[in-house]
């Protein structure tokens, strides 16, 4: 049976498999070699994420098998703020790190094997937040969300991640390092451009490859087109 990769977040998660996005790009990666599990939760934050867990992780692996590893890419709407438009999003800092543990041990519990790799909330540009929330560059608009808080919350999830002995994903740092990220990897200040799930991509792989998940370590499901024989086709395809 192939290894599953099970990929949990918000909407930067559910988008993932979208033209471009780094889950579909993971699925391509590995192709015959694992299967990637979308749960990706459109505009949850991580209150939200926990009290939904067992419904949402309901088929994401089989009974014979734990998946090889979990992603946890919350945060972004845990960070909106609370005196803006989005306030029935935000989570408290200390709340936050609290659920990220519980998250984390859940996962830990129902699939033992499985590595749970943390990703810390994006960047936030927010000029363009606010051209998004309203459709307007008024002076007197206010960004639900900013990056000073998105960064809070990012040292936040690699202080869980530390402190749990999980791999960590700093996408908030390491996207920032990119020129004109703000335009390049973002398309409204918050989700990921082509190039900015590219980035997320490449993190991921490289994450994985830690933890000894790559190509390279991994099997193809069932004979290759050249292993099969032209005088013998079915010979190969034999148990």
Not at 59 to 76: K, L, Q
Not at 93 to 102: I, P
Not at 197 to 225: A, C, H, M, W, Y
Request: aromatic share 10%.
């Amino acid at each position: 049976m192939r290894p599953r990769l099970v990929l949990f977040g918000d909407s930067i998660t559910e988008q993932s498999f979208a033209s471009g996005g780094w889950g579909a790009a993971l699925a391509n990666h590995f192709g015959r070699q694992a299967d990637v599990v979308l749960r990706g939760l459109s505009g949850y934050n991580t209150r939200w994420a926990l009290k939904v867990l067992d419904r949402a992780m309901e088929g994401a692996a089989s009974e014979s098998a734990d998946p090889a590893a979990v992603t946890v890419f919350f945060g972004a709407n845990d960070a909106s703020l609370p005196d803006q438009q989005q306030a029935h999003q935000h989570v408290p800092l200390h709340e936050y790190q609290t659920n990220l543990r519980a998250i984390c041990a859940y996962f830990k519990n129902r699939w033992p094997a499985a590595a749970i790799i943390l990703i810390t909330p994006p960047p936030i540009h927010e000029p363009a937040r606010i051209r998004d929330m309203y459709g307007d560059n008024a002076a007197s608009r206010q960004p639900e969300r900013t990056n000073e808080a998105a960064g809070t919350y990012a040292q936040a999830c690699i202080s869980v991640a530390k402190e749990l002995d999980h791999p960590v994903i700093d996408i908030w740092t390491q996207m920032q390092r990119f020129p004109d990220w703000q335009t390049s990897a973002l398309c409204d200040g918050l989700h990921f451009t082509p190039f900015g799930n590219k980035i997320l991509f490449d993190e991921v792989l490289k994450t994985l490859e830690i933890i000894g998940f790559s190509q390279q370590s991994l099997r193809s499901d069932l004979p290759l087109f050249h292993e099969i024989d032209p005088k013998d086709p079915l010979k190969a395809l034999e148990i």
